[in-house]
């Protein structure tokens, strides 16, 4: 056998305690599973690179999808996260656009001194002059509609004149014998 025995001391606990060391055991091991394996809190899981990888899938979305997305995020607890996505999606060119409430909803989280939201702010800034740009260029091309518009109808009514002075020329009759003009080559 062996050469030196081995002695094993065991502590005897009474019943109560063994209660209590085995409940503190077992919570110590709950929070270890707690706790996310890279080490990465929450908040850096819903950070930019998040939010930019959910723009990505908006853009693979259906219609349908699309408005189901925005019941979701109404549902849900308001975060800097969630109101950006709702900007996103209130921005995103294959649904009913709402530039001004995306802004606002931005706004809010730019304003925002949570952590959550302080890691948002570069994105969130950049969506915001974003959407000020495209509201900025959706008024010039509303103003250049309307220029053009108002072009199109002078050039009818120059055409109707036009064509009113010509109908006036063909009617009026020429002018029996009418002389040449004095100097005029015959």
Do not use: F
Not at 150 to 166: F, I, N, P, V
Not at 177 to 183: D, F, Q, T, V
């Amino acid at each position: 056998m062996w050469k030196y025995p081995m002695s094993c001391n065991v502590i005897r606990l009474p019943a109560d305690r063994r209660w209590l060391v085995g409940g503190v055991l077992l919570a110590i091991l709950l929070t270890g599973c707690a706790t996310t394996p890279s080490g990465k809190s929450r908040a850096s899981e819903l950070g930019p690179e998040a939010a930019l990888s959910y723009n990505q899938g908006l853009s693979r979305m259906t219609a349908a999808e699309l408005g189901r997305e925005r019941m979701v995020l109404v549902a849900v607890p308001q975060t800097p996260y969630t109101q950006l996505r709702m900007a996103m999606l209130l921005g995103h060119p294959r649904v009913q656009q709402d530039l001004g409430k995306a802004t606002s909803l931005l706004d809010g989280i730019l304003k925002s001194t949570d952590p959550a939201a302080l890691a948002l702010h570069p994105l969130a800034r950049l969506l915001a002059d974003n959407y000020a740009e495209r509201v900025k260029l959706d008024g010039q091309l509303e103003k250049q509609g309307g220029q053009l518009k108002e072009s199109q109808r002078k050039a009818a009514e120059l055409q109707e004149k036009l064509d009113g002075l010509a109908d006036i020329e063909r009617t009026l009759t020429p002018r029996p014998g009418s002389a040449r003009p004095p100097g005029g080559k015959r």
